[in-house]
């Protein structure tokens, strides 16, 4: 199968409420949660997760060649849990160098 076409299908399956070939665009910032504050569909805040950024995150690893992906909002966002993980190990330093401007 050519790139293009895997590209396009990547990550789709039809859904199952309205029949859609191509994913929407979920533009909603919260989520229903049940009354004890539950999640309903696994999906709580859109900084947190949400059905696009799902959706891609399943498309992009057979596009990769890759097992799986993690989808971020902002590259500090991505920066954060790589940040915690070798702080827990201690193996990542950095030398923190002041950046001065000369006139």
Same mark, same amino acid.
């Given at each position: 199968m050519r !790139?293009?076409?895997?590209?396009?299908? =990547?990550?789709? =399956? =039809? +859904? +199952?409420? %309205?029949?859609?070939? +191509?994913p929407p665009i979920h533009l909603s910032t919260t989520f229903v949660r049940d009354p004890e504050g539950v999640? !309903? #569909?696994?999906? /709580?805040? @859109? *900084?947190e997760s949400n059905p696009t950024q799902s959706q891609l995150e399943v498309a992009l690893p057979p596009l990769e060649g890759g097992e799986a992906s993690l989808v971020f909002g902002s590259g500090m966002a991505a920066a954060v849990p790589f940040f915690r993980r070798y702080? *827990? @190990?201690? %193996?990542?330093?950095? *030398? %923190?160098?002041? @950046? /001065?401007? #000369?006139a």
């Open positions: !790139l293009e076409t895997q590209v396009v299908h =990547a990550g789709q =399956a =039809a +859904a +199952a409420q %309205m029949g859609d070939v +191509a999640p !309903l #569909s696994g999906h /709580t805040y @859109i *900084r702080q *827990r @190990i201690r %193996m990542l330093c950095f *030398r %923190m160098t002041p @950046i /001065t401007a #000369s």
